[in-house]
């Protein structure tokens, strides 16, 4: 990077960051492979264009399209890892895990666990959803606690292109299965661009704004929900801490405690509809830890309890905005 | 049928060996739980000896298998050490897994026992990433899908022959049709042969009857050089019968008797052992040798495993992760 550039930061957007950190990883390592439905470029590198380049770069042998066929992808996937290799499966959109479930669940999450320890299965698995694009109901379902709630496999979920790709390369890295959830309205939205190397450790929260009245958790696409009510919330003479999860399994405690804790007060917000969502595991240990020093009950904020409605009225409702967490963090500060 | 592959005499009695072990283990198996020594599901491989047996003496332990519940015969026959298995399904720390698999999920890399899993038709989409694995690395190795004819009717095989199929991977897919799924038979949920799917994915398939150990031997030596050789996947669908229920403690009334019977009349592993000692490969003296060694081999096992330790509670915590969870 040249000195020009130094002074005018870089801009990529997530979609560009999770590509260059495919690309970093294939380069450093001959054992990261990748496979998926439209991956290569004959088939124009992904619906979105994530994986452009690669398989002309490294080859249709290390990057490959295959049959839609979720079963056999995370198969695949599982028994390439099982012998050394680290390969990167994408399951084009979060609602076609379904059909890959006791891959991922009855295998990808177990073999370590009942094989003793002699094999392990370092896959990731990359998908997409979010809503926001009138797919209606089986293309945008976040179904994240699905796999939080699963013993063995990890779960990600960035905001940014400097965490999509420091994400992506500490998931390559991991020697267990790591779900790695890419949300579609926020792929092309720019940013400061991620330097070379970087990684984002698993597990390890953002606090991407202090504050000393109510802490704000979130992730993914709902960060660009919770930014604005920040500065909104400041407005209005209330100081919000907004921590952005990052990793949903296994979630920072030690941050999030340490924030709430401060603050006495907590909105958990998610696309993700909220019973017996991520937001309630959040809202239970803040309980279970810090039952004296709240100040108001836990809030949370989800998606309504539907399918992913088509109607784009309906849509824009079924998930948490700007003003409902305004809204909610204001009630908690009045308490 | 002049180019056909046939067992010399030592792999013919190394195959009858296989057979014996496997039998041995079955008997021993049914009377321990019996006799409340031991509590397991246990699913019986009896009647189904040959397969794996004929197959596996084509093999290295380089070469991987996947199998399933009813996976004991698979994983004697590619070299699994008794004590390890014993002490396995006692659930011991001595096990192959420390006891946390368990019968249905028996692993044991050094041997190339990659996967046992207790799900039907799991076995083939992990494979074909192990074969995957292999024609990247070009190492020559080939992996073995084991499989039931229930697993044939569940959607993971057609996308695994598929993708096998397109991606020519090294991988031979062994449905040890035992004529049931389960409770319910074969006929009643298929209306043709398994074997005769390959065409649909465009990979040979064959029909063999698998306790015939020169059949299954001739066919599985084929299948295992087209796969060395980058030729593609084969289907093998290789006609045994499950002498017993689904599970140990399954009543198997819903099985025909007259069927049943007449299956154990032929029992493959006394068929193929007069067999030896009629063609002269072996004597009497010999296999009787083999079979009581194989019977002190297994008293050892299960005394081994029985006075081992249970694995303590902190491996509650262990093998979840990499790192032990706190």
């Known amino acids: 990077m040249n000195a020009q550039s130094n002074v005018k930061a870089a801009k990529a957007n997530i979609l560009q960051a999770i590509n260059a950190a495919i690309a970093d990883a294939m380069e450093a390592d001959d054992n990261v492979i990748a496979l998926g439905e439209d991956l290569a470029d004959p088939e124009e590198g992904g619906v979105c264009g994530v994986t452009k380049g690669l398989s002309s770069r490294f080859g249709e042998h290390r990057v490959r399209s295959t049959p839609i066929s979720e079963q056999a992808i995370i198969g695949a996937a599982i028994g390439a890892s ?40 370092p896959i990731v698995i990359r998908t997409m959803t979010g809503t926001g694009f009138a797919s209606g109901g089986q293309h945008c379902d976040y179904l994240e606690a699905w796999f939080a709630h699963t013993a063995g496999i990890k779960v990600v979920a960035p905001s940014s292109p400097k965490d999509a790709y420091g994400l992506m390369r500490s998931a390559i890295d991991d020697p267990d299965p790591v779900l790695f959830i890419e949300n579609l309205p926020t792929y092309w939205s720019p940013a400061e661009a991620p330097e070379k190397g970087h990684r984002v450790p698993i597990g390890k929260a953002n606090v991407l704004s202090e504050g000393s009245d109510v802490t ?77 020093k709240l100040k108001a009950p836990v809030k949370r904020l989800g998606g309504a309890f539907c399918p992913v409605p088509f109607s784009k009225p309906l849509e824009t409702a079924f998930a948490p905005q700007t003003a409902d967490i305004v809204a909610a963090a204001e009630a908690l500060a009045k308490s | 049928m002049s180019n056909r592959a046939t067992p010399d005499a030592a792999t013919q009695i190394e195959i009858y060996r296989r057979m014996a072990l496997i039998k041995a283990n079955d008997e021993r198996s049914r009377k321990v739980i019996m006799n409340g020594r031991l509590v397991m599901p246990y699913y019986s491989p009896r009647g189904q000896e040959v397969i794996p047996s004929a197959i596996s003496v084509n093999l290295t332990d380089e070469d991987y298998i996947c199998t399933i519940y009813r996976g004991s015969h698979d994983q004697l026959a590619k070299g699994l050490p008794l004590k390890d298995l014993w002490a396995e399904v006692a659930g011991r720390t001595t096990g192959t897994c420390k006891g946390k698999g368990g019968p249905m999920h028996v692993t044991y890399p050094t041997k190339g026992i990659m996967v046992t899993t207790g799900i039907v038709g799991s076995t083939m989409p992990i494979a074909n990433g192990l074969a995957w694995g292999s024609q990247l690395r070009g190492d020559g190795r080939v992996t073995v899908a084991s499989f039931g004819d229930g697993a044939a009717n569940i959607g993971a095989f057609h996308e695994s022959l598929n993708l096998a199929a397109v991606w020519k991977l090294p991988v031979i897919f062994v449905c040890q049709n035992n004529e049931w799924g389960e409770h319910t038979a074969y006929d009643k949920t298929s209306n043709v042969k398994v074997a005769d799917r390959a065409a649909a994915y465009g990979m040979p398939g064959v ?50 008797k007259a069927r049943k019977e007449e299956a154990m009349a032929n029992d493959p592993v006394p068929r193929f052992r007069a067999q030896l000692i009629e063609s002269g490969i072996a004597t009497e003296e010999l296999l009787a040798e083999m079979e009581a060694a194989i019977e002190k081999d297994i008293d050892e096992a299960v005394e081994f495993a029985l006075a081992s330790d249970f694995p303590g509670v902190e491996e509650l915590k262990r093998d979840v992760f990499a790192e032990e969870m706190a």
Not at chain 1, 95 to 121: C, E, P, W, Y
Not at chain 2, 233 to 246: N, S
């Open chain 1, 82 to 121: 099982l012998v050394g290799f680290k390969p990167i499966a994408e399951i084009m959109l979060m609602n076609f895990t379904t059909v890959a479930m006791d891959m991922i669940v009855n295998h990808a999450a177990k073999l370590r666990f009942m094989s003793g320890g002699q094999t392990h299965v």
């Open chain 1, 216 to 292: 704000i958790i979130a992730y993914a696409r709902m960060i660009q929900e919770a930014m604005p009510a920040v500065a909104k919330l400041k407005e209005a003479g209330i100081s919000a801490e907004l921590i952005d999860l990052r990793t949903i399994a296994p979630w920072d405690q030690e941050t999030v405690l340490k924030s709430v804790g401060k603050t006495g007060r907590a909105v958990i917000v998610h696309e993700a509809v909220t019973p017996f969502g991520a937001g309630a595991e959040i809202a239970a240990v803040l309980n279970e830890q810090l039952f004296g």
């Open chain 2, 207 to 256: 029909r063999v009857d698998g306790n015939d150990p020169f059949e299954m031997y001739a066919i599985a030596s084929e299948a295992i050089a087209r796969a060395r050789a980058g030729e593609g996947p084969t289907l093998i669908e290789a006609m045994t019968y499950r002498f017993f229920g689904h599970v140990f403690g399954d009543a198997d009334a819903y099985m025909d």
